[in-house]
């Protein structure tokens, strides 16, 4: 292999007919001559445009596997030699592959081993640290192994021989483990000693006590943490993840041992770093949280860290509630100024212990955006009911009645509180009305809630406002609380065709609105119509406009062929998109609607089982479309706890298994659903980060009504 000339044989490459992230590879000869050229500012931006278009975000293409034997020349011809091997490692390391045979790119660089092992031996520490990641993850043990075995033996500096003990953990865990154990004693470098625990740890074997003195003794760990090993991350709470990730009592206890040792240690930065590990192990142990919480107290020992344990505890919520007091103090500060620490505090005390927080928020509403964010739940509607206040409805009497005070997503939160106390804000009506001038989207809404349980008198007022609002600014909230409060229907039909006809931008809103009126909203058919001939190709926006349009006609009319043949459409065109995985699952969720008049779509709902995304939601859709003895329940349970238990879509699972019955359930599948019902691994880990812990502690609650019914449901 030529190590003079790397790039011999670069323009015989069919370059333009590969492809990579952006397209066509045509550019890529263009990046190898200046990552080897000896312009240092041009090959820096060849190498960011190399890992944009051949590793974008971890994906490898086509081009990817194309590019390694020559990356590879010049990795061993010494341009930038520690650089391209650590994109070399990252694209064999790469299991996210796009038009690209599965493994190609890895065995591309596997290929070239004999280029790169050579580089073990460079005189360059940097270099040899980053050439025992890279080979290690072609997974070419043959080759690779005896090489990192010899280094192991050879090697002196530290942070090569953390990274030589990685590699060979990687290819041989037993292997590793070995190696590990012979260098946890304290008189070696703690690079060493770090490895030498994740190496034991990867290896699967037990936790001993001289793992937990050393992870101990490394703390604070994040100095040492490989800048490689991305998705380890911080040390300590990687660690932690791995002993909650065995599943078992023992090495949970142990992972909360080491937590509450860093948060009760007496350095900040130990301290900062068992935060980190609680809150990791927050999020995968429904455990944690009440076993944590007191801890947590105890790391708030200044300003500094009560902001820093604040966002937790608010995750938390109720469980948190020991921790309140750490929190009340900074929550109640300068309440006339902006304070971003006090916020925070506020914050997360309002999700932790709501009727406290309540006179705090009175005092500073307008000063504290955090605070009234989560109080109103403004990200998520259906966690808005914050308990009645008189102080705060008061605050926020007066901040509606400055209108020009307002900002941001204020009117929004306001609304949303008032909203949520019903017939309590009744004494807010004039403001809303009021309001209703200046932000008529979001008052209308709270008009209908309040308007709907308070006096006579007042609903009529209300009905006034909202009238004068629908009809002469055609505001399509407006005129629905006024359809909601009074029954017209005039107005909203009005606005309803006003949106319809306007552009894709409004379609859904305005079909989901027309379809929940029924065949009241029969003179909407021809706008329906002209809507849907309006959208058109297979992005997630034309593709969920369609389904939404096709309910609406399907409420409105009942015409079940012309929905069939949309929903069919959108089955059709979301092959073409991988994105559209959700589309699917909203298409079938529709289709449930049709009922029988749906059983033409059943090949394609049949289809949908495959995808954990797509699946409870044709599980609805096929118990609802198909002919019931055709269908196998059994085998449409296991496509939804397969969802749930990868987190695909949870609560689907739970709609759907709730669809298919307890008959449907075997003896397996009744451990499995206890398990997503009582096991102490989180089932939901992934979402909106403040929500995930709700989520699943409402999926816990669902899994366990659907227990009773099941067969042999003990525990596991």
Known sequence: MDLVHPLDGLDARPWSSLSHAYGSAEDIPGLLRALAGADVDAADEALSELYGSVLHQGTVYAASAETVPFMAGIAAAGHRTADVLALLGGMAESEDECGVAPGAVRAAVADRLPLLLPL??????????????????????????????????????????????????????????????AVLDPSQPAEVRMAAVFASLDAGVPWTEPMHTTMLSLLPADPLRSDLDLERGEPLAAVVEALLGRGR?????????????????????????????????????????????????????????????????????????????????????????????????LAALVLVAPQQSAPFLAAGLGQRPRALDAASGFRSPEDSAFPYNGELLDAVRDRLARPESLSGNEPWQLTNLLAGWGAEAAPALPELCAALQCFPDQAARAIASVGAVCAPADRARAVTSLRTVAAEQGVLPAAQALYDLDGEIAPLLHCLEQDLRRGAGRFREAARTTGAL?????????????????TDGDTTPALDTDTALAEALWRVTGDADGVVAVLDSVFARAEQNPWSRWSVARAARTAVLLGPAGRPLAARLEAALNDPVQAPAAVLALTAVAEPASLDRTTLAEAALRSAESDADPAGACDALEALGPDALTDDHARRLAALADGDARVVRSGVEDRVIRQDEALRNRARALLPACPDTATP
């Open 518 to 534: 029924g065949p009241r909203a029969a003179a909407l058919v021809p706008a329906l119509r002209e809507a849907l001939s309006d």
């Open 120 to 181: 073990l031996a460079s005189p360059e520490p940097e270099v040899r640290r980053t050439a025992a990641w890279a080979v290690s993850h072609t997974r070419a043990t043959a080759t690779a192994l005896p090489a990192l075995r010899v280094r192991w033996d050879a090697e002196s500096e530290p942070s090569v021989r953390a990274e030589v003990l990685a590699g060979i953990t990687r290819l041989d865990p037993q292997g590793g483990a070995a190696a590990a154990a």
């Open 249 to 345: 009592r023992k090495e949970r206890e142990v992972a909360f041992a080491l937590v509450d040792a860093a948060l009760h240690d007496g350095r900040p930065e130990v301290r900062a770093e068992g935060l980190w590990a609680a809150d990791r192990a927050c999020m995968l142990s429904r455990s944690a949280p009440r076993r944590l919480v007191g801890n947590l107290r105890a790391a708030a020992v200044d300003e500094e860290s009560v902001v820093a344990v604040s966002s937790l505890l608010g995750r938390l919520g109720s469980v948190a509630a020991p921790a309140a007091d750490i929190l009340t103090p900074l929550a109640g500060r300068n309440p006339d100024h902006d304070d971003d620490h006090a916020d925070r505090a």
